[in-house]
T-cell receptor, first 114, second 112 residues
Framework: DTAVSQTPKYLVTQMGNDKSIKCEQNLGHDTMYWYKQDSKKFLKIMFSYNNKELIINETVPNRFSPKSPDKAHLNLHINSLELGDSAVYFC?????????????FGSGTRLTVV | KNQVEQSPQSLIILEGKNCTLQCNYTVSPFSNLRWYKQDTGRGPVSLTIMTFSENTKSNGRYTATLDADTKQSSLHITASQLSDSASYICVVTRSNDYKLSFGAGTTVTVRA
């Protein structure tokens, strides 16, 4: 199936740990994103990569570090996890950084920090 | 204050009935407005996209309208089905930097 796939779907971890979320898309898109959906359901952009280059880096703690080994992958590594990091994280992709042809979202990773 | 406000926050309707969701925005300059459907535990899926010159667009039983002058949009669901139960999110794109602004969504529950 053509899609944006994220792993894991659920992640429960203790404060202070380091964790990674992986994202892969097989749509041939050249731009990938990480979004955070908080408890109030707002989706907020965190990072955007176009052809493996960082083009959007919103104000997020530097404990969050995206890594794009190739156009089809954008992983999110989080250091020293805090309670406030608990949220659902969505990966998305588009063709072009303007999203003119639409965005495809993954199913989300629910991160719970305890 | 969020630049995209949706109402109502949630609603419950009986199967077969119609409903209308509202989206007001202040995003400027405007590029386009999209409606997404987000099922529980899934990512958002695009329903419609409208640019400045488009007033209405349909996708099956979903019809979106846009009034760019008043900066308002609506999503009308006709003859609702149980599978329409989801969160519907309004997303507005800014034309200078293509940044997306998301509404908090309207949670629709369709009951038999």
């Amino acid at each position: 199936d053509t899609a944006v796939s994220q792993t894991p779907k659920y992640l429960v971890t203790q404060m202070g740990n380091d964790k990674s979320i992986k994202c892969e898309q097989n749509l041939g898109h050249d731009t990938m994103y990480w979004y955070k959906q908080d408890s109030k359901k707002f989706l907020k952009i965190m990072f955007s990569y176009n052809n493996k280059e960082l083009i959007i880096n919103e104000t997020v703690p530097n404990r969050f570090s995206p890594k794009s080994p190739d156009k089809a992958h954008l992983n999110l590594h989080i250091n020293s996890l805090e309670l406030g990091d608990s949220a659902v994280y969505f990966c998305a992709s588009s063709q072009g950084d303007r999203g003119s042809w639409g965005y495809t979202f993954g199913s989300g990773t629910r991160l719970t920090v305890v | 204050k969020n630049q995209v406000e949706q109402s109502p926050q949630s609603l419950i309707i009986l199967e077969g009935k119609n409903c209308t969701l509202q989206c007001n925005y202040t995003v400027s300059p405007f590029s386009n407005l999209r409606w997404y459907k987000q099922d529980t535990g899934r990512g958002p899926v695009s329903l419609t996209i409208m640019t400045f010159s488009e007033n209405t667009k349909s996708n099956g039983r979903y019809t979106a309208t846009l009034d760019a002058d008043t900066k308002q949009s609506s999503l009308h669901i006709t003859a609702s089905q149980l599978s329409d139960s989801a969160s519907y999110i309004c997303v507005v794109t800014r034309s200078n930097d293509y940044k997306l602004s998301f509404g908090a969504g309207t949670t629709v529950t369709v009951r038999a």
